[in-house]
């Protein structure tokens, strides 16, 4: 006897057929019949799991935020000048956007059209703010160039690695994580840093 499909579907492996769709479709342009379809079962059986596409999302989003938020509490950003723990933050930042690739892209696409959409938002600011503040003491410290607005330097270094959803690939040919943390500290801090 074999066992149905729908027996194999978790909510993990529910969230990431929802995630792969979202990102292709829009969460706007995604039915709850589009995700059956991708997921090869029915939409009752999406509903034993879920209660709708909007807490498929908030759970996608959430994953992302959480990766994101815990580098904040990780030892080595609490620790040390502010500008180290900045450098932390930032090679972190971009570890977390590789492993947590299609959730971090889910995240970023967000618009604010749903109140779970608008709650990510909310966090994203926040955890942007306190990476600003992480950057504004660095600068107070004389680690980091002060003749660059704080708030412009900051949304440059977002915009820097958010790109990374844009073009990175994990597909074993290119970079891996730690290269492209690498790659993206050094552009940052060589180009943040006072000169000797």
């Known amino acids: 006897m074999t066992t149905a499909r729908r027996d194999t579907y978790t909510p993990e492996t529910l969230l990431s057929v929802a995630v792969r769709v979202f990102n292709e479709r829009g969460y706007d342009g995604t039915s709850m019949e589009h995700l ?50 900045l ?49 504004k003491a660095a600068a107070a410290d004389g680690d980091v160039r002060g003749d660059i607005q704080v708030r412009l330097a900051t949304r440059l270094v977002f915009g820097m690695i958010n790109s990374i959803v844009e073009w990175y690939r994990p597909d074993g040919r290119g970079m891996d994580e730690r ?7 050094r552009l940052v801090f060589e180009g943040l840093c006072r000169a000797p």
């Open 179 to 185: 290269e492209v943390a690498d790659a993206v500290a």
């Open 36 to 85: 059956s379809k991708a997921a090869g079962i029915s939409k009752s059986s999406i509903y034993h799991h879920v209660t709708g596409k909007e807490e498929l999302l908030r759970r996608a989003v959430s994953r992302a935020l959480d990766g994101l938020f815990g580098i904040l509490d990780e030892e080595r950003a609490g620790a040390g000048r502010a500008a180290e723990r």
């Open 87 to 135: 450098e932390y933050v930032v090679r972190r930042m971009v570890e977390v956007l590789i492993a947590e690739l299609p959730y971090v892209t889910l995240l970023l696409r967000v618009r604010g059209n749903t109140d779970t959409e608008r709650w990510a938002l909310e966090r994203r600011r926040t955890f942007d703010h306190r990476v600003a503040e992480l950057l």
